[in-house]
């Protein structure tokens, strides 16, 4: 018999509140060589991360999963997401710590360039 885990009643649906998360964020780091801001806000049910590099460089939007501290729901905490370029992956995850979002950039190349995956990590304050 398979046990389940789990702090909330089975018929419950377990609702995520991602106002937490929503508004645009700034890099502390104004040398940063990464990520200068981030924007993160709600369309119907969805979550959508839109992402300026440095030198104004829009990334674009895309789906923003949440997450919270237990299976009952509550406020987001934290989310991932992802960014395809063709020869970049990069996926991002990012967590609240205390009043600052901290942003964990992987980095993977996916062309015949021969440089190594890396990782960034940045710390923003919501504007």
């Known amino acids: 018999m398979i046990s389940r885990l789990s702090d909330r009643a089975a018929d419950r649906t377990a609702a995520i509140d991602p106002s937490p998360l929503l508004g645009e964020w700034i890099n502390y780091d104004q040398a940063s060589r990464n990520i200068a801001r981030l924007t993160l806000a709600q369309r119907g049910n969805a979550v959508i991360l839109n992402i300026t590099g440095v030198a104004d460089i829009e990334w674009g939007e895309t789906a923003a999963h949440q997450f919270a501290l237990t299976v009952a729901g509550g406020d987001a905490v934290a989310f991932q997401a992802g960014y395809d370029f063709g020869f970049l992956r990069v996926a991002i995850l990012a967590y609240l710590n205390k009043r600052l979002l901290v942003v ?13 995956s890396y990782f960034v990590r940045d710390h923003f304050y919501l504007r």
């Open 104 to 116: 964990d950039a992987y980095n993977t190349f996916h062309d015949e360039s021969g440089r190594s």
